[in-house]
């Protein structure tokens, strides 16, 4: 980190997390100094680019090759009506210039995939993602790996969210779930519906792993499952192991993605 240059601007908008001895001017400098990829500008991802922008961090950068559509708006905080039809990225990116002139954000409209996932990923010092497909979510997994980047996970149905933290060194999503579930066999939000809520709160705890991992403070969840059920109001923690045979993270790890269907099962066969 260069020496601290907070302006009187910065020291009046960042004064809450300054005072807080576990942040403090540094921190908020190495915030400012730091970049999060945010995959997906969807239900997870509108909070945690918001919370993300709010709190200073540096640069943005939202990948999504979709348009905002008006049922997004129930749970999509980010877009507004005047955004249908917009690329979501863009109207993404226009946000976070609204909310806070400190951050730079970058518009990627483009799905991740395997031919662009590791350019990506390695532009950034974390990656949450707000994906909402299980090709992608293992893509993010095993391409952030390779490139030793942290993620910050989340999912939801219905009204049950889960988060949790892959860093470098710790067990990763195909720890996890070594599977992919059969295509059709989880539905999605436009066929079972979403409490609107529901993203929000998981999708700031993933806004808040990051946070964490940028100022290297805290406990992140490595290792640890984060279940919350909305409609009884609880949360429980279920910790898992690395699996010593896991192909991406185990003993004998793969050295690249070629080769993986992400389209169909994202099974890593053995050699």
Do not use: W
Not at 6 to 19: E, G, K, M, P, V
Not at 185 to 209: K, M, N, R, S
Not at 248 to 268: K, M
């Amino acid at each position: 980190m260069t020496g601290l240059s907070l302006d009187a601007t910065q020291l009046d908008r960042y004064s809450r997390h300054i005072i807080l001895e576990e942040v403090g001017p540094a921190g908020q400098q190495a915030l400012l100094e730091g970049s999060a990829l945010v995959v997906g500008a969807g239900g997870l991802g509108s909070p945690a680019i918001q919370y993300l922008a709010a709190a200073g961090v540096g640069r943005i950068g939202v990948a999504d090759d979709d348009a905002v559509e008006r049922s997004n708006l129930q749970r999509q905080i980010i877009h507004a009506d005047a955004d249908v039809g917009k690329p979501k990225a863009v109207s993404a990116a226009e946000y976070v210039e609204r909310l806070n002139p400190d951050v730079d954000v970058d518009a990627h409209e483009t799905r991740v995939e395997p031919h662009n996932a590791e350019a990506l990923i390695a532009d950034y010092d974390v990656v949450v993602d707000a994906s909402d497909n299980f090709g992608t979510r293992y893509l993010v997994n095993d391409v952030a790996r390779l490139t030793d980047t942290p993620v910050a996970h989340g999912s939801i149905y219905k009204f049950e969210g889960q988060a949790t933290t892959l860093v470098p060194g710790g067990p990763c999503y195909r720890c996890l779930f070594p599977e992919a579930p059969e295509p059709g066999e989880v539905p999605d939000c436009a066929t079972t519906g979403v409490l609107g809520v529901l993203p929000g709160t998981v999708g700031c705890v993933q806004a808040t792993e990051a946070v964490k991992l940028l100022l290297e403070a805290g406990e992140v969840l490595d290792g640890r499952l984060l279940f919350y059920d909305a409609m009884d109001m609880t949360f429980e923690t279920v910790p898992y192991r690395q699996n010593p045979d896991c192909p991406v993270c185990g003993d004998d790890p793969i050295e690249s993605i070629e080769g993986i269907d992400y389209a169909a099962g994202c099974g890593i066969s053995a050699d």
